[in-house]
T-cell receptor, first 115, second 111 residues
Framework: GAGVSQSPSNKVTEKGKDVELRCDPI?????LYWYRQSLGQGLEFLIY????????KSGLPSDRFSAERTGGSVSTLTIQRTQQEDSAVYLC?????????????FGPGTRLTVL | AQRVTQPEKLLSVFKGAPVELKCNYS??????LFWYVQYSRQRLQLLLR??SRESIKGFTADLNKGETSFHLKKPFAQEEDSAMYYC?????????????FGRGTQLTVWP
């Protein structure tokens, strides 16, 4: 079946502009995660959605970052007033359920470049 | 605080040689440990998890709670093993689900 998909695959924007990154999880997966992969920094957790529960936003680096998940499926990560330090690959993952026994399946990522 | 440390940023071995990618963790509780792999131009994927106690593509990893380590090992490396490897930890409790990743080790296997 189809895996996690993300769009766009690449995004180049100017400093100060807003960007939206989209994630389509695997159908039926209730948990959805956003991570950021920066050069030399590994993967950094951003936000986590589980079903209808309030999202875990503890990883968002600033209030310029926000995310929503509509209808328990598609998610959008929004970065307002982008800065050069926001340049990274943004990865989305989904799993059937959170907790023991599940596997997180990752999308191909969106490479964001802020000029 | 949770932390995953991969001390080697780069690791090179020749084909057929043994390879060990190191991973140490810090976590107050009972964690789950994982190894993820990212081959060139492919997406990140799960390689193995400690609770499964399985061998995938010849790789094994044993959780050593005394040394808080979860090193990844393979007795005979192959060229196709060249990739970026990430060790990850997941805790139990309120942050259930999210993964804490190390910074990764880039493995190169020379012919």
């Amino acid at each position: 079946g189809a895996g996690v998909s993300q769009s766009p695959s690449n995004k180049v924007t100017e400093k100060g502009k807003d960007v939206e990154l989209r994630c389509d999880p695997i159908s039926g997966h209730t948990a959805l995660y956003w991570y950021r992969q920066s050069l030399g920094q590994g993967l950094e957790f951003l936000i986590y959605f589980q079903g209808n529960s309030a999202p875990d936003k503890s990883g968002l680096p600033s209030d310029r970052f926000s995310a929503e998940r509509t209808g328990g499926s598609v998610s959008t990560l929004t970065i307002q007033r982008t800065q050069q330090e926001d340049s990274a690959v943004y990865l989305c993952a989904s799993s059937f359920r959170s907790g023991g026994g599940d596997t997180q399946y990752f999308g191909p990522g969106t490479r964001l470049t802020v000029l | 605080a949770q932390r995953v440390t991969q001390p080697e940023k780069l690791l090179s071995v020749f084909k057929g040689a043994p390879v060990e990618l190191k991973c140490n963790y810090s976590y107050s509780g009972s964690p789950e440990l994982f190894w993820y792999v990212q081959y060139s131009r492919q997406r990140l994927q799960l390689l193995l998890r400690h609770i499964s106690r399985e061998s995938i593509k010849g790789f094994t990893a044993d959780l050593n709670k005394g040394e808080t380590s979860f090193h990844l090992k393979k007795p005979f490396a192959q060229e196709e093993d060249s990739a970026m490897y990430y060790c990850a930890l997941r805790g139990r409790g309120s942050t259930l689900g999210r993964l804490y990743f190390g910074r990764g080790t880039q493995l190169t296997v020379w012919p």
